[in-house]
């Protein structure tokens, strides 16, 4: 099956600081999708993005398909953006594919 | 209404009992999965059901056992369990068709296996 890892596995950071958060994955993907995991374990889909780059308020993501991996970019932090941040890559053409999630990224924001 | 309802939030069951988790969606969604998860572990794939067949089992023992009723709704029905299956139950739902689209998750069961 395809191995996704993350890096780094843990991120400690202060307030209003900006961190990037990276997925590597072994395989060609036509799936890739970022989430949070908040400390009460409610998964969040942040992106859809298999390959481009994305926006959504304070969170970016960059996929690069052709070099296998994409990027989370986080500014401006904020003590609720705490949590785990999950990479999921799947290689089915529908949805109701097999999807495999990373080790995940544990980020925590101190005031 | 975007979310996906799991009930209950919380199960403690004894080995020899027999209960049920249920999994609610109303987006139209037509792919729904169960997603186990222990602590400090990512999600792992239990079961994916397509269009209510069920598509993927991820040999999972058979003392769990899924069931898609509807299009709208999925349970996981739990017998004979063993403490080592004390995790956090997720179900997610994505939408039909032949693109690829972001899951969406339920809040999960803590399920305590004593």
């Known amino acids: 099956g395809i191995q996704v890892e993350q890096s780094p596995p843990d991120l400690i950071l202060q307030e209003g600081a900006n961190s990037t958060l990276r997925c590597n994955f072994s395989?060609?993907?036509?799936?890739l999708q970022w989430f949070h995991q908040n400390p009460w374990g409610q998964l969040i889909n942040l992106f859809y993005?298999?390959?481009g780059t994305k926006q959504n308020g304070r969170l970016s993501a960059t996929t690069v398909a052709t070099e296998r991996y994409s990027l989370l970019y986080i500014s401006s932090s904020q003590t609720t953006d705490s949590g785990v941040y999950f990479c999921?890559?799947?290689?089915?053409?529908?949805?109701?594919?097999?999807?495999?999630f990373g080790e995940g990224t544990q980020l925590t924001v101190n005031p | 209404d975007t979310e996906v309802t799991q009930t209950p939030k919380h199960l403690v069951m004894g080995m020899t009992n027999k209960k049920s988790l249920k999994c609610e969606q109303h987006?139209?969604?037509?792919?729904m999965y169960w997603y186990k998860q222990k602590a400090k572990k990512p999600p792992e794939l239990m079961f994916v059901?397509?269009?209510?067949?069920?598509?993927i089992n991820e040999s999972v023992p058979s003392r769990f056992s899924p069931e898609c009723p509807n299009s709208s709704l999925l349970n996981l029905h739990l017998h004979a369990l063993q403490p080592e299956d004390s995790a956090l139950y997720l179900c997610?739902?994505?939408?039909?068709?032949?693109?690829?689209?972001?899951?969406?998750f339920g809040s999960g069961t803590r399920l305590t296996v004593v």
């Open positions: 997610a739902s994505s939408h039909p068709g032949r693109g690829i689209y972001g899951y969406t």
């Open positions: 395989d060609s993907v036509n799936n």
């Open positions: 993005i298999p390959s």
């Open positions: 999921a890559v799947g290689k089915g053409e529908t949805s109701g594919s097999r999807l495999t």
């Open positions: 987006m139209g969604h037509r792919a």
């Open positions: 059901y397509s269009y209510e067949k069920l598509s």
